[in-house]
Every structure is written in structure tokens, then in C-alpha cells.
């Protein structure tokens, strides 16, 4: 007993340090399934579209069967099957019953969370009827207001919707109200990737070059790495990837992304081609491509 309530003293400061990979580590080598819980929910909220899949999915196949159905360890379930693929569509029941579980448990935290992974997933597939669902909900998350990352939920949905139906000015005032400085920097981002997005998709490319090389150029995997450098050839500058030796970096890329799902890994890919192509080196295009691109499904 007196082991237990160590074990579960130390997996709480590690949360508390973000060491989620640690606290993991912990409870699953003491069994500790309840304290597993707890690190998944945190490991979803604050790495919904950059989630270490590997961790996650031996933390999973350490839970036994009985200890399974945990809401917390459903949503990480959840994660890891979007991250693997992002047009599988089953992640949408799973989300619906962990913000159901949730909310009858009075729990607006998680619940805010599953929403949140849910908009992801839809997003990913351009799915605008499951954005406006997952929209309504969150705004019925009780204490939606005053919650940092329920709040960032409500205020991201909003804003994909309003870009995916062609307002990427109206999505941009959206973010203007989320509150990023709240928020774990896995998330903060996501978000600022996706506003990199609508200002170029809105034709605010030096504000874009401005925004992704203040949040994005060390930050994050290649993914978010690229941006500012794609920003910078939107608006008509090439030089983020034409300068001294980096076109021949470019032939790394072709080897996949360390901690990146499925949908980054496509859109990394995709715009790496593009802007080589755009520069007349087709042979690297041709080498950077791979089979993600080829089964992409748009």
C-alpha cells in the first residue's frame, strides 16, 4: 500500500513537470492503471496532432483487457488510430463515447479534450458536417468559458469551419480570441500552424512569414519546421530552401518523419515537392515523393 501511494505521489509530479513520458513509464511498470488514466488524458491534451505514437501504443498494450474501458485510455486509443491513419473513420465513435462518459461524470475538462481531438480528426478529412457537431457540442461543455483548452476547443472549431467553408479572414478572428499563452505549447502550435494557414489562404503572406518564424521555425517535427520556410516562398521568396546546401538537404526528407501522423507526413511531403518542383528540381521531387503521397487520400 505504502508502494502505491508513492508511486501515485510520483506519477502526479511528474504530470505536474509534464514528464508524461516518465510518469507513463511508472505507472504501467506498477500496474497502476487509474494513474495511466490520468497521464493519458494529459498526453492527449497536449499533444493532439503531434502525439508520440510509439509511447502511447506501449502504454496500450500494457492495459489488460479488464482495465480497457477507462474513458481516458479510450481517447488515447482514439489518438493513436488517427495518427495512424487519418481517414479512419471509427476515432469519431470512440470520441462520441468518452465526451458521453464525461459528461455524465461532470468532467468538462475531458470532455473538452475528446471534442477537441474529435475536431482533428474531422478536419483531417474535411468532414464539415462532423465539424458543425463537434462545433454545437463544445458550446454546451459546461464552464466552456472559463477552461483555457475548452475554450481553445470552442474558439479551433469555429475557426476550421469557418475556413473550410471558405472565410479564412473570419476563421483568423476566431483565433484572435483563443488563449494560446494558456494553453501547453503542443497545442499553442497546432494553432499557430493552422493560423500560419488561413493567413496565406487569405493572402496575408508576410504576416504569415511573420507568424511562423516567431512560433515555428525550432519548434515541433519537419512539419512545423517547414512552414516558415513555405510562408517565405508563398509570398514570393524561395531563398528559405535555395540557400547554400539546402536543396540537397532536402534529399533527407524522403525518409519518413520521427513523431509525425499520417496526415503531417502527406502534407509535408506535399509541399516539399511543390516547392522543388516550382524551382526546376524534378529528379529531388520525384526522389522526396513516396508512397504516403501516393495514397493520399484527397
Given at each position: 500500500?505504502?508502494?502505491?501511494?508513492?508511486?501515485?505521489?510520483?506519477?502526479?509530479?511528474?504530470?505536474?513537470?509534464?514528464?508524461?513520458?516518465?510518469?507513463?513509464?511508472?505507472?504501467?511498470?506498477?500496474?497502476?492503471?487509474?494513474?495511466?488514466?490520468?497521464?493519458?488524458?494529459?498526453?492527449?491534451?497536449?499533444?493532439?496532432?503531434?502525439?508520440?505514437?510509439?509511447?502511447?501504443?506501449?502504454?496500450?498494450?500494457?492495459?489488460?483487457?479488464?482495465?480497457?474501458?477507462?474513458?481516458?485510455?479510450?481517447?488515447?486509443?482514439?489518438?493513436?488510430?488517427?495518427?495512424?491513419?487519418?481517414?479512419?473513420?471509427?476515432?469519431?465513435?470512440?470520441?462520441?463515447e468518452v465526451a458521453d462518459a464525461c459528461r455524465a461524470r461532470h468532467d468538462a475538462d475531458a470532455e473538452g479534450v475528446a471534442l477537441a481531438l474529435g475536431?482533428?480528426?474531422?478536419?483531417?478529412?474535411?468532414?464539415?458536417?462532423?465539424?458543425?457537431?463537434?462545433?454545437?457540442?463544445?458550446?454546451?461543455?459546461?464552464?466552456?468559458?472559463?477552461?483555457?483548452?475548452?475554450?481553445?476547443?470552442?474558439?479551433?472549431?469555429?475557426?476550421?469551419?469557418?475556413?473550410?467553408?471558405?472565410?479564412?479572414?473570419?476563421?483568423?478572428?476566431?483565433?484572435?480570441?483563443?488563449?494560446?499563452?494558456?494553453?501547453?505549447?503542443?497545442?499553442?502550435?497546432?494553432?499557430?500552424?493552422?493560423?500560419?494557414?488561413?493567413?496565406?489562404?487569405?493572402?496575408?503572406?508576410?504576416?504569415?512569414?511573420?507568424?511562423?518564424?516567431?512560433?515555428?521555425?525550432?519548434?515541433?517535427?519537419?512539419?512545423?519546421?517547414?512552414?516558415?520556410?513555405?510562408?517565405?516562398?508563398?509570398?514570393?521568396?524561395?531563398?528559405?530552401?535555395?540557400?547554400?546546401?539546402?536543396?540537397?538537404?532536402?534529399?533527407?526528407?524522403?525518409?519518413?518523419?520521427?513523431?509525425?501522423?499520417?496526415?503531417?507526413?502527406?502534407?509535408?511531403?506535399?509541399?516539399?515537392?511543390?516547392?522543388?518542383?516550382?524551382?526546376?528540381?524534378?529528379?529531388?521531387?520525384?526522389?522526396?515523393?513516396?508512397?504516403?503521397?501516393?495514397?493520399?487520400?484527397?
Open positions: 500500500q505504502e508502494v502505491r501511494e508513492w508511486t501515485v505521489r510520483c506519477v502526479d509530479e511528474l504530470i505536474d513537470r509534464r514528464d508524461l513520458a516518465r510518469a507513463g513509464a511508472l505507472a504501467v511498470t506498477h500496474a497502476d492503471w487509474d494513474a495511466l488514466a490520468r497521464v493519458a488524458l494529459d498526453l492527449v491534451r497536449t499533444s493532439i496532432s503531434v502525439l508520440p505514437v510509439d509511447t502511447a501504443s506501449r502504454w496500450l498494450d500494457r492495459v489488460p483487457p479488464s482495465r480497457s474501458s477507462a474513458p481516458e485510455l479510450r481517447l488515447l486509443s482514439a489518438a493513436v488510430r488517427l495518427a495512424r491513419d487519418f481517414a479512419d473513420v471509427s476515432v469519431d465513435t470512440l470520441v462520441d475536431t482533428v480528426a474531422a478536419q483531417s478529412r474535411g468532414d464539415i458536417g462532423r465539424l458543425l457537431s463537434m462545433a454545437a457540442r463544445t458550446t454546451g461543455v459546461p464552464g466552456a468559458d472559463g477552461h483555457p483548452v475548452v475554450r481553445l476547443a470552442a474558439r479551433g472549431i469555429a475557426a476550421v469551419v469557418a475556413e473550410m467553408g471558405g472565410d479564412p479572414e473570419a476563421a483568423l478572428e476566431e483565433f484572435a480570441g483563443a488563449p494560446l499563452d494558456d494553453v501547453p505549447a503542443p497545442l499553442a502550435l497546432a494553432a499557430h500552424r493552422f493560423r500560419v494557414h488561413c493567413l496565406l489562404l487569405a493572402g496575408r503572406a508576410d504576416d504569415a512569414v511573420d507568424a511562423a518564424e516567431r512560433t515555428m521555425a525550432t519548434g515541433g517535427n519537419r512539419h512545423s519546421r517547414l512552414m516558415p520556410a513555405f510562408a517565405r516562398w508563398s509570398s514570393g521568396d524561395p531563398s528559405g530552401f535555395l540557400g547554400a546546401g539546402r536543396v540537397d538537404s532536402f534529399d533527407d526528407y524522403a525518409q519518413p518523419i520521427p513523431g509525425a501522423n499520417s496526415r503531417d507526413a502527406f502534407v509535408t511531403e506535399a509541399c516539399q515537392v511543390v516547392m522543388l518542383s516550382s524551382c526546376g528540381h524534378r529528379t529531388r521531387s520525384e526522389h522526396v515523393s513516396s508512397p504516403v503521397l501516393a495514397a493520399g487520400r484527397f
